[in-house]
């Protein structure tokens, strides 16, 4: 019998499939009891911490327990590409499956964290593009994807995880099971991951110029307002050329990640730019919405950490009214403070720490707190002069004042 932890959109979809194949399952949560139960499997839901009662009760009964993706690993056949890092996994794998849905000839399958359980995955499915957070790779242990991506590495979900080591091992987890035969990308312009070692075949993007040793894409310059010229450096070099839609040095990275990902797999890179060049940005993702009386505002709702905040930031060159807060999970806003003295006019803090966060950023821009989204965006209008740009990037979780980050950026729209 397997025991499913979770009775959110995650576990459903494991019940019916176990169901569908007649394996024997129950499925409980935080208000069912756990007397008398003894699986031979426990299958976890993720956002459920090690720490959970669940976990101890696995250990106590010696019962293994993993994540529905490596559950679901265990029944597909195709080739699977991992997506993981502290920011940027929706976009990048929105943008890969865009690319293989197009280019690759193949039928391609998108989900895990992003929407759709990896469990809902047809088992006559050629590519599986996944993204993986770290909750979901906490618990795989023969998890093993074809070509495995990190974005990046900064602190997150330290609530949950509560060691930045604990927080890295699991987002390592990732390649952990990769052979010769396997290809990781990784972010060389950050200094945790230009440090791994894998058996698999390293590849790097970078905005600055790669080492004539290491494989992969960098940036040779900025041809106009998001164009950019690359470089990619493996057994020759090849120059070309990109544009986007996408704003922000941010987005290039996670555009070059997937750029890899289609060249590792053997794509045609014509028809890959073109994909790229027509792909619109997602919603909340420093997202224009209107310009009012000269005033830009943008919607960033799901920069739920402090680096996606510096990235917002780096997307516009100064006069930025900045709204920000909510619940932190563990970030130090106190390091933007050359990013907010050089570019923001004004913060606006709203949400459950905004006081915290206040402290942390006070001595290096105007601060003024709100107690709701509404007053934020009027006093922000207040503020800003003709020229100038309002942009939600709050760094913080959404829960203490809306249902989620796209209720928060629905709200603000």
């Known amino acids: 019998m397997i025991l499913i932890y979770g009775k959110g959109k995650t576990g459903l979809a494991v019940k019916k499939f176990l169901d569908e194949k007649k394996i024997e399952n129950v499925i409980i949560d935080d208000q069912d009891s756990l007397t008398n139960l003894n699986p031979q499997l426990i299958i976890v839901s993720p956002g459920i911490p090690f720490y959970h009662r669940i976990y101890k009760f696995a250990r106590k009964n010696k019962i293994p327990i993993v994540s529905d993706v490596e559950y679901a690993c265990s029944f597909f056949k195709g080739d699977i590409i991992g997506i993981t890092g ?11 499956y865009e690319i293989f849905k197009n280019v690759s000839g193949k039928s391609v399958f998108v989900g895990g964290n ?37 974005l990046n590495i900064s602190k997150d979900h330290l609530d949950w995880h509560k060691k930045m080591k604990h927080y890295i091992l699991s987002k390592f987890k990732i390649f952990k099971n ?20 894998a058996k698999s075949q390293i590849y790097y993007f970078s905005l600055n110029q790669l080492p004539e040793d290491k494989k992969g894409i960098y940036l040779k310059g900025i041809e106009g307002s998001r164009e950019y010229r690359l470089v990619l450096q493996d ?53 224009f919405v209107s310009s009012i009386n000269g005033i830009s505002f943008y919607n960033d709702s799901k920069a739920t950490t402090v680096q996606a905040v510096e990235k917002a930031i780096d997307s516009f060159d100064k006069n930025v009214i900045l709204i920000l807060g909510g619940i932190n999970k563990g970030g130090d806003f106190s390091v933007l403070s050359d990013k907010l003295k050089q570019k923001v006019k004004k913060a606006i803090i709203i949400g459950r720490d905004k006081e915290q966060i206040k402290s942390m950023i006070e001595n290096y821009t105007q601060v003024e707190l709100a107690d709701s989204l509404e007053e934020a965006v009027i006093k922000s209008y207040n503020t800003a002069e003709k020229g100038d740009t309002v942009i939600l990037s709050p760094g913080c979780a959404s829960f203490d004042m809306f249902k989620s980050y796209a209720d928060r950026g629905n709200q603000y729209i």
């Open 86 to 96: 502290t920011d940027g996994k929706t976009t990048t794998t929105s943008l890969v």
């Open 178 to 197: 990769q052979q010769e035969e396997d290809y990781l990308v990784l972010n060389y312009d950050d200094g945790c991951l230009r440090q791994v070692k």
């Open 235 to 287: 057994k020759e070099k090849i120059e070309f050329k990109v544009k986007t839609l996408l704003v922000g040095l941010h987005n290039l990275q996670n555009i070059m990640a997937s750029l890899l990902v289609s060249y590792l797999y053997g794509l045609d890179l014509d028809s890959v730019l073109k994909v790229i060049q027509e792909f619109k940005p997602l919603p909340h993702r420093i997202e």
């Open 114 to 150: 992003y929407g759709v359980p990896f469990i809902e995955a047809d088992n006559k499915t050629e590519i599986a593009v996944l993204e993986l957070s770290s909750f979901q790779l906490y618990s795989t242990k023969r998890f093993k994807p074809k070509i495995a991506v990190i």
